[in-house]
């Protein structure tokens, strides 16, 4: 058993970032180092039921009698912080990519949209735009800004909502950093724009 | 699945209840979001050029309201926040990916969220807005490909 945790955690921690390198004078015990930052926040994530993931594990060993000689080292099996969310991170690539809580929360969006547009009739097909300009440079100014968006909220981890309304309340750092910046950004550039809409 | 953390922290949900919620949650969101006016990019242009402030009235309000529930709930013992997730910091990210984001919203006049409900009544400009956000989120990844 240990053997295979030790070739699965060996063979698998690469893939993850977490590379341990057998010790020259005992090939029971590996020496790790920094935790991968992908690892770390896998760990964190699960801190209520594997408990506090290190930073750093200087050595570790897969077989509980090498603590014996090496009281120092940190002993990784199944149900240690480090082994679960290494191997809960390397197989998350293999869940399939679309059962995910954002996706269900996506169409809960969706559904709960149109059914407050529905009781108050304003579902209907049309485009939304200033008094003083083309639907055509509506719609081509719609797909830019999206396109925009989509890099700004991948380069930050988080939109609106994610970022900038949940960890607002959290008082995150990042989310309030994140808020500032969009509104900056926004105000900058509204003026050049300003044609659009009014 | 673990996104579910403070209201069960003792077992793991079933995938099919945390859909559930997942689904109920967004329902809500997007129920109130549409109720506010954010389904209308007139509404969220409003803010930007100082005709509307629903925008910046109902966010903070939001804001306040999540935080007094969440940091009330956590005093009153109900709320374990150490379970309670935080977006993690990364400044510089975070403070340009705002500054481009914001640029985003003004020239497409929704945010991600917004335009979803604007979709589901009905508005073009959001189906185009989306149209591009799928694109560039496409292409930020083939421009910067992460493992995970």
Known sequence: M??????????????????PVVDAHDADVFSLGRVSREVEVAGNSQESRFGRIGR????????????????DVEWVTPGHALFEAGQGHARKPFAHPLDDFLVYMFVGVIIGGFVSGAMDRRVALGTIKGPHTSNAKRIL????????????????RGCTSGLALTGGATL??????????????????????????? | MDALAPVSKVQEWAPSTVALVALLLGGGFGFFLEKAGFGNARTLAGQWYGYNFAVLRVMFTA???????????????????????????????????????????????YCPGTAVVACATGKLDAMAFLGG???GIVGFTLAFPMPF
Do not use: C
Not at chain 1, 3 to 19: I, T, Y
Not at chain 2, 67 to 88: H, I, R, W
Not at chain 2, 91 to 108: E, M, T
């Open chain 2, 63 to 109: 804001i306040v309201v999540a935080m007094l529930g969440l940091f009330g709930l956590t005093a009153a013992g109900v709320v374990d926040f150490s379970q309670v997730y935080v977006n993690e910091t990364y400044l510089w990210p975070q403070l340009v990916g705002g500054l481009i984001f914001g640029f985003g919203f003004v020239i497409g006049q």
């Open chain 1, 56 to 71: 750093e594990y200087k050595r570790i060993t897969f077989q509980k009698g090498a603590l014996k000689d090496h009281p």
């Open chain 1, 141 to 156: 100014l719609a797909i830019g800004g999206g396109v925009v968006s989509a890099f700004g909220a991948r380069l930050a």
């Open chain 1, 2 to 19: 240990p053997e295979v945790v030790r070739d699965f955690f060996v063979q698998a921690g690469p893939l993850v970032g977490v590379r």
């Open chain 2, 133 to 135: 956000f799928f694109a």
């Open chain 1, 172 to 198: 995150a750092v990042g989310s309030w950093v994140f808020m500032l910046a969009v509104f900056a950004g926004g105000y900058g550039l509204a003026y050049f724009l300003r044609k659009e809409w009014l």
